[in-house]
């Protein structure tokens, strides 16, 4: 089993910045993709920002230029960092992984969500 512990959301201003961590414990012997996902109520969880294990990134347009992710393999870890951050940015961020097991089993893990609310 593979577990994702999530943290760094909160309460920010408009124009602030905030730092998501995530990371991944358990039966792992590597990880492929790690990304971020957001849903806001009644809307589809859309992706944020995603990195390959090689350090190839991607990120939905509304959020370019002010967010990076990066990873920490030795750790099983990713980072968002979020900056100038705007009201419309305000969701439950998730983590999502892909898991490899000694296996040679593929699984998706998602964390149980982090809030991050944007006053303006």
């Known amino acids: 089993q593979v577990r994702l512990a999530e943290s760094g959301g909160g309460l920010v201003q408009a124009g602030g910045s905030l730092r998501l961590s995530c990371t991944a414990s358990g039966s792992i012997f590597s990880i492929n993709t790690m990304g971020w996902y957001r849903q806001t109520p009644g809307k589809q969880r859309e992706l944020v920002a995603a990195i390959t294990s090689n350090g190839r990134t991607n990120c939905t347009d509304s959020v370019k230029g002010r967010v990076t992710i990066s990873r920490d393999n030795a750790k099983n870890t990713v980072h968002l960092q979020m900056n100038s951050l705007k009201p419309e940015d305000t969701a439950v961020y998730y983590c999502?992984?892909?898991?490899?097991?000694?296996?040679?089993?593929?699984?998706?893990?998602w964390g149980k969500g982090t809030l991050v609310t944007v006053s303006s």
């Open positions: 999502k992984t892909e898991v490899r097991s000694r296996a040679g089993l593929s699984a998706i893990y």
